[in-house]
């Protein structure tokens, strides 16, 4: 069926649907985060993104090894587990519990601020919900990740200011969104439109509270399809070793961001052996690459993780490059 001639019916009713029902009924409930976030006396904010470490309950203790190496070159402010931070393997809650606190001991041994999403991967023990997993997650003491925005079932929907070094204005944002799973309409699933609105929302309040708009990246897991269209089109940094397992459909988030303008960089996990980054309307969409030992890799890549260096001075400006296992003194 050809849904071309209903486009402007279906903008309408989207349009009206965030700007009046999703208006009335969302409620920002979220906390203040445990420790505020800021840039450093040197004016900078260090965030490490650790992809699909994907194991059980007996992580592999080379991917912890890999993480507390990383963490103690890079020394972040911030680490963010883009999903699929564990799996299956676990068979009961107990597991669900000792595969969370393995890979939580990384920043927690060192007092750094770590923030979750999930990927397609999380809860397939079937053992613990994602909403009894996050729950367990913010209880490490350094875990900043928050239930946030809840739509069906996608739980993890917030963000995280960063304040300025000597201020207490915000500087630089950071979002967090639950990609969901699997969908019956393709392989992976897709960002809601609630979950759009939700995100258009926060952008349209920051800029209205702070009267101006507030640099920003995102994080989640399973890739948009527009990260295709980036390879093809773009510039692009890094290695392609296997193609974009993307949402089967496009729900419009990258149309959104781009109309905003305040997301400057989307982050993605899910393909282990991409690390590339690529810009598209000049907006860069980039890969981390792979943490987790105990998951495919291309033999090829070693395991790594991405680093992004803001700049107070100048936040809407992400630097970013890979870490792998061979600048830490790993295999
Ligand atoms: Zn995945």
């Known amino acids: 069926m050809n849904l071309k001639p209903f486009k402007p019916i279906i903008d309408l009713l989207s349009f009206a649907y965030c700007n009046i029902l999703f208006k009335i009924t969302y409620r920002n409930n979220s906390p203040l985060p445990k420790y505020p976030l800021k840039f450093d006396t040197s004016r900078n904010f260090k965030i490490v993104q650790f992809a699909d470490i994907q194991d059980g309950p007996n992580t592999d203790p080379r991917t912890l090894e890999l993480m507390n190496r990383i963490l103690d070159k890079e020394k972040p402010n911030l680490v963010v587990l883009t999903g699929d931070n564990i799996d299956g393997k676990c068979k009961t809650a107990e597991d669900v519990k000792k595969a969370i606190t393995n890979i939580s001991k990384p920043m927690e041994s060192r007092n750094i601020p770590w923030a979750v999403v999930f990927g397609n991967h999380d809860d397939e023990h079937f053992m613990m919900s994602k909403e009894q997993m996050m729950n367990f997650y913010m209880t490490f003491n350094y875990n900043v990740s928050q239930i946030g925005f809840k739509t069906e079932n996608r739980v993890g929907n917030y963000n995280l200011l960063i304040h ?114 690529a810009a598209l309307n000049n907006i860069t969409l980039g890969y981390a690459g792979n943490v987790g030992y105990a998951t495919y890799g291309n033999p090829k890549l070693q395991k790594g993780a991405r680093i992004f260096e803001i700049n107070e001075a100048n936040p809407s400006t992400i630097n970013t490059r890979m870490i792998f296992s061979g600048d830490v003194g790993l295999n």
């Open 164 to 277: 300025g070094s000597s201020s207490q204005a915000p500087k630089f944002n950071v979002y967090f969104i639950d990609s969901g799973k699997y969908s019956i309409l393709g392989v992976y699933d897709y960002i809601t439109k609630p979950q759009i609105c939700w995100y258009k929302t926060i952008a349209n309040n920051l800029k209205k509270q702070y009267k101006k708009t507030i640099p920003a990246i995102m994080f989640f897991h399973i890739p948009l399809q527009e990260f295709y269209t980036a390879y093809k089109t773009g510039y692009i940094d890094g290695l392609r070793l296997e193609s974009e397992s993307t949402s089967s459909i496009n729900t419009g988030l990258f149309d959104a961001i781009v109309n905003t303008g305040d997301v400057k960089g989307i982050f993605v996990g899910h393909d282990h052996s991409n690390t590339y980054t």
